[in-house]
């Protein structure tokens, strides 16, 4: 066994991409950070790019900015606490401060979804604009989050997945050692860098209010079922699938129903 590991990439990458000096007290800017600073500034791009041709529901620069705004809050309030309250409950309960170590990783798409979300709403109230076509927006500009975040997850050696000797298995030093498939990069793939494809080709088109985010959705949720195949199941199982897999059903039961009503003859 410790012959054939020798024949994996053994994984070594630092998490912290800039180290301060010890004599200020803090270790450093970390990847996981930089990645999603990556997620928003593309956002930010696209958001721009896209209203400025006349694609989207905000009528100005302070829409898209508060906009933005809106989804940084609800990314990064809504991922934490998916992940306190449906991962870490009982870190949470030892360690109530944990939820503000955010630099430290543990975050949840699906409750940074639900913070997106609830980011939506609010702004397609205070904008008067239609909440459908304010949701395929989001999920138009959230593919390049999650690419990056996934990318960042490989980086930091978590999330890693079940044992394998496939010929691009990678050795993580604090799983034990064992060859594993970097389930990580399957996800930035499946659940990042496809449907980004999907929505960069989607979006300029003129397409029912909620379809796009309806099949984003749909896309998302294939990839993470699947993916999760090949990942650990750190998080435990309920009712047979991995946790990752359960909470992900309500996401493709939404996208479902988008598509579904997008499809419907207008009244």
Not at 180 to 202: D, T
Not at 219 to 227: F, K
């Amino acid at each position: 066994m410790i012959a054939a590991a020798l024949a994996f990439w053994t994984h070594d990458l630092d998490p912290v991409a800039i180290h301060f000096p010890p004599s200020w007290g803090l270790r450093g800017v970390h990847w996981y950070g930089l990645a999603y600073a990556a997620g928003f500034l593309v956002a930010a791009y696209l958001l721009g790019r896209w209203r400025r041709a006349g694609l989207t529901p905000l009528r100005d620069v302070h829409d898209e900015s508060a906009l933005i705004t809106a989804v940084m809050v609800g990314v990064i309030a809504g991922g934490r606490l998916g992940h306190v309250f449906l991962y870490a409950r009982a870190e949470f309960a030892a360690d109530p401060l944990m939820v503000f170590r955010v630099w430290q990783g543990g975050m949840a798409s699906h409750g940074g979804f639900l913070g997106v979300l609830l980011a939506g709403a609010w702004f397609a109230r205070r904008a008067r604009a239609d909440f459908f076509a304010v949701g395929d927006l989001l999920c138009a500009l959230a593919p390049a989050g999650i690419l990056f975040g996934r990318l960042a997850n490989f980086v930091n050696g978590e999330l890693v997945g079940n044992p394998s000797s496939v010929a691009w298995a990678v050795v993580f030093p604090h799983e034990g050692g064992e060859p594993r498939h970097p389930s990580q990069l399957y996800e930035a793939f499946g659940e990042g860098l496809l449907p980004l494809a999907w929505v960069l080709l989607r979006y300029p088109r003129r397409l029912p209010p909620g379809r796009l985010a309806g099949e984003f959705l749909l896309l998302y949720s294939a990839a993470r079922i699947v993916c999760e195949c090949f990942r650990s199941a750190e998080d435990g199982h309920v009712l047979g699938l991995t946790a990752g897999q359960f909470w992900t059903l309500p996401l493709a039961a939404l996208g479902l129903f988008l598509v579904w009503r997008s499809r419907r003859p207008a009244e």
